[in-house]
């Protein structure tokens, strides 16, 4: 499973990118805002950082802008992929989009219905909001599963981006789902390699290390 940075944090990205786990970056017109700069400018950035898929959305609603939105997005860098809402005109945008050879991420996905028009649409990325399906007491992971199912069995292309995840057991939960990737903000993605025996063990090792006086170097 492909892992995201969910963010549009330059140094956070910069900071990250050294572990090697970092295979993509999704933004969004929030995480834009906050970080109170130019969307070319920074995406331009991001693109530079990182080579894998990076997600800049369209922040408009009617089909003839998203498509100019897209086309100006696309332009900045030759891995920027195009997010697009799960609406009758975001999936329009999206057939154009596939038409032409540029890729696209539909977001703001709550159900197998949603995600099938989007395969058909031509989506190279569905993304799942597993995280606010759960805090309404829906079931994000089972809807994973049958994405999943339902991927497989119309061997749909499309690849499934589980977002909106708000801790490792979530994480862990759409690996096993089948999820092609995720996206996760930063704080999550340092918590995947947390585990308080793996602390206590290494206390323990370097204890007992220090009790021989000796050094490796």
Known sequence: MKLFLDTADVAVIKDMVPTGMVDGVTTNPSLIAK??????????????????????????????????????????????????????????????????????????????????????????FVSPFVGRLEDVGADGIGLLDDIRTLFDIHDFSTEILAASLRNPEQVTAAALAGADAATLPAETFKALIKHPLTDKGLDAFLADWGKTGQSIL
Not at 53 to 64: G, K, L, M, N, Q
Not at 67 to 76: D, F, H, N
């Open 35 to 124: 970080s109170g700069r130019n969307i070319a400018e920074v995406i331009a950035e991001i693109c530079a950082l990182v080579e894998g898929p990076i997600s800049a959305e369209a922040v408009a609603t009617d089909f003839e802008t998203m498509v100019r939105e897209g086309e100006k997005l696309a332009a900045i860098a030759s891995n920027v992929v195009v997010k697009l809402p799960l609406t009758w005109d975001g999936l329009r945008a999206t057939r154009v989009f596939a038409d032409k050879g540029i890729r696209t991420n539909v977001t703001l996905c709550f159900s197998a219905a949603q995600a099938l028009l989007a395969a058909k649409a031509g989506a190279t």
